[in-house]
């Protein structure tokens, strides 16, 4: 917007000059040259940090698509941000855009294509409880670990050993 600007000289004499109006009309267009790192795993909360330029604090924004929160974004220069982001169970896996934009005035959109990739995370296994069991009996197990997905993670128990169901 519009801003008033004078030129001062200090004493002895001097003084200030006349007010003139100076506007800064409009927001630029951001670009992406990198984006760094280029995975991360579903369940994961991890640091992106892009590289471009117009990146300002307070207008710009970035974006992953759908299932990817941005928690955080700070922009550590003009031509640097980083992006604190979690990425859902539910994200799709694969290659995917990273957009920036930019507020009006002005502003824009810049998408750096098959930017970032989506992949399901190397679950772990803790403990199973019980850890055992008759031959011919029908058990319930618990599994203790992180990385585990409803509807994509699924048990293998080995040779002769039948799940009937898991949730």
């Known amino acids: 917007g519009p801003r008033d600007v004078s030129v001062v000289n200090p004493a002895p004499g001097g003084g200030i000059s006349e007010k003139r109006t100076f506007t800064i009309a409009n927001n ?91 992949q399901n995370p190397v679950p772990t296994l803790t403990s199973v409880t019980p850890t055992n069991a008759q031959q011919l009996e029908t058990k319930n197990l618990v599994f203790d670990g992180s990385g585990f997905i409803n509807g994509v993670t699924t048990v293998n128990m080995g040779t002769g050993i039948t799940v009937n169901s898991q949730t």
């Open 28 to 118: 630029p267009v951001p670009t992406i040259a990198t984006v760094n790192p280029t995975l991360g795993a579903r369940l994961a909360r991890i640091d992106v940090v892009v590289t471009g330029t117009n990146f300002i604090t307070g207008v710009t924004s970035v974006d992953f698509g759908a299932g990817i929160v941005a928690n955080q974004t700070v922009i550590n220069s003009s031509t640097q941000l980083t992006a604190t982001i979690s990425i859902g169970a539910a994200a799709a896996t694969g290659v995917r855009s990273v957009s920036v934009t930019n507020a009006a005035p002005g502003g824009g959109t810049a998408t750096r294509a098959s930017a970032f990739t989506v």
